[in-house]
């Protein structure tokens, strides 16, 4: 057996010694050995750690802190029942809440009389691409009255193509640090006018324009900016059936471009918005 070997070795090795053969040897077989080496790393990889998903989870918690509008009903929960009386546990509550607080979703019926409510819009605008562009360090040199500059977006999101079909497009500011403390986040004036930053007219068109996205997400209570007087934003979007996700919590910077985006707003079906759970899906 061993013999087989040698003799084998040897016709190589005489093989090798042939000028072309080994000029072979050098300048191709060499390279596609390595290649084929890195390339089984690379697989075996992929194989370990390569089909390991994060998800993120961009949805504030529903409780007594969750931020509402002025005049809305806040959220309300009333412990029912709790009681081991019948010799298990048996549990169940009641909550009142309006549609429009904490991380929830506007349906373009909220601001367009013969638009969808939320349990009219079509569920494969549910999972969708994401991109998230950050104006974080604007919001910081400018102050919270910071409204997105329709140029700077444009830019922003060149870098950022080639863009899905199917794309929600994340907004952040910078502005869930401030999450709960109403004060903060909301900044009300005494004429009960916001101060937080957001799109206006010219902005928003530029989304809007771009038949890619089917919505937006911001990590503010509202797509317009605190100071806007006619909701611009909101009309602009809604009235190209694009959905809004407001109060969404932007946290974590994401490395990746772009990633799957899972939005599943309560069935309302008579709702202008919903609560709405949000999952970032990266890979
Ligand atoms: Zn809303």
Same mark, same amino acid.
């Not at 931020?67 to 009142?96: C, D, H, L, M, V």
């Not at 819009?121 to 409204?147: L, Q």
């Given at each position: ?104 979703? =506007?349906?373009?019926?909220?601001? %367009? ?5 939320? +349990? $009219?819009?079509? @569920?494969?605008?549910?999972? !969708? ?80 324009? =771009?038949?890619?996205?089917?919505? %937006? ?5 509202? +797509? $317009?900016?605190? @100071?806007?007087?006619?909701? !611009? ?51």
């Amino acid at each position: 057996m061993f013999g087989i070997f040698q003799k084998s070795w040897q016709f190589f090795r005489k093989l090798a010694n042939i000028p072309i053969i080994s000029t072979l040897l050098k300048f191709v077989m060499v390279p596609f050995l390595i290649q084929f080496v890195l390339m089984f790393f690379m697989v075996a990889y992929k194989i370990a750690y390569g089909t390991e998903q994060k998800i993120v989870d961009l949805t504030w918690e529903f409780d007594e802190k969750t931020i509402y509008w002025p005049g809305f009903q806040k959220f309300n929960y009333t412990k029912k029942i709790g009681t081991s009386e019948s010799g298990y546990w048996y549990a169940g509550n009641e909550f009142q809440a309006a549609e429009h607080g904490g991380t929830h979703l =506007d349906a373009p019926y909220h601001f %367009i009389k013969d638009g969808w409510k939320v +349990a $009219d819009i079509p @569920i494969n605008r549910f999972f !969708a691409n994401a991109i998230m562009v950050d104006f974080s360090s604007e919001v910081e040199a400018h102050g919270s009255d910071y409204i997105v500059d329709a140029k700077l977006l444009e830019s922003k999101l060149k870098s950022f193509e080639p863009i899905q079909n199917n794309t929600v497009l994340l907004i952040k500011y910078g502005w869930s640090k401030y999450w709960p403390d109403k004060k903060q986040y909301m900044r009300l004036d005494d004429e009960q006018v916001g101060h937080y930053p957001g799109l206006d007219n010219s902005s928003a068109t530029v989304i809007a324009n =771009d038949d890619r996205f089917i919505g %937006i997400a911001v990590d503010t209570s509202s +797509a $317009d900016a605190g @100071i806007s007087e006619n909701y !611009a934003a909101h009309r602009i979007l809604l009235g190209r059936n694009m959905y809004i996700l407001e109060n969404t919590k932007m946290v974590e910077h994401f490395p990746e471009k772009m990633f799957t985006l899972v939005v599943a707003p309560m069935k309302l079906t008579e709702g202008s918005g919903a609560p709405v759970r949000i999952f970032a899906v990266l890979t």
